[in-house]
């Protein structure tokens, strides 16, 4: 049973430091979502790949968010600095078709 | 670009009932509305999905109904059980693969 993958899962830091969260998709999907999940906001969508180019990052913050996808296996997120209203859990998500698999999340915790 | 509204917020209903989420969307070119359930601390997971070429989509308790001409569509989860407790999210799609959500619902089944 194929699932996606996210690492960690858990992250506390602290103000001002650097986070990166990576996504491992399921294998011969090749689009990949990343969505932040909020009580006060829902689900959004940060940004999205198709064959490992970015299709669409309108809902990141450019000035401290960062996505990337450099191969096929591994998508990352990163925030640099990182600021308390960035806590959320950090979902990515991966296509077959049109069904959206979603990975387990990564919970982060800034202080 | 797409907005999907999604009612009611909180829905309780004794075992046995029937629950029903209506979401409405307002871009008339979408034409893929997927349902996620949620358990609380776990990844949103596909339940039922419904194209805009069908009317109607049963899978044992739940059913989807689309209602293109009102652009709206509706959960029904009929025999409630306990273990249907979670959060239930509506999305729709009107760029391949890419979802806009609703802001959910949390449903409480009592036994």
């Known amino acids: 049973d194929a699932r996606v993958t996210q690492t960690p899962r858990h992250k506390v830091t602290e103000m001002g430091q650097e986070v990166t969260m990576r996504c491992q998709p399921i294998l011969g999907h090749n689009t990949v979502f990343w969505y932040r999940q909020t009580m006060m906001q829902g689900l959004e969508l940060l940004a999205y790949?198709?064959?490992?180019?970015?299709?669409?990052d309108s809902g990141m913050p450019k000035d401290r968010f960062s996505a990337e996808m450099p191969d096929a296996t591994l998508a990352t997120l990163k925030i640099q600095p990182s600021e308390p209203r960035d806590s959320a859990v950090y979902f990515c998500?991966?296509?077959?078709?049109?069904?959206?698999?979603f990975g387990p999340g990564t919970r982060l915790t800034v202080t | 670009g797409e907005n999907v509204e999604q009612h009611p917020s909180t829905l309780s209903v004794q075992e046995g009932d029937s629950a029903v989420i209506k979401c409405t969307y307002s871009d008339s070119a979408s034409n893929y509305f997927p349902w996620y359930k949620q358990e609380l601390g776990k990844r949103p997971q596909l339940i039922i999905d419904?194209?805009?070429?069908?009317g109607e989509k049963k899978d044992q308790r739940i059913a989807v109904t689309l209602n293109k001409t009102a652009k709206h569509f509706s959960l029904h989860i009929t025999e409630t059980q306990p273990e249907d407790s979670a959060v239930y999210f509506c999305?729709?799609?009107?760029?391949?693969?890419?979802?806009?959500f609703g802001t959910g619902t949390r449903l409480l089944v009592s036994p």
């Open positions: 419904i194209r805009s070429n069908v």
């Open positions: 999305a729709a799609s009107n760029v391949f693969q890419k979802l806009v």
């Open positions: 790949f198709r064959n490992r180019a970015p299709l669409d």
């Open positions: 998500a991966s296509v077959s078709s049109y069904e959206q698999y």
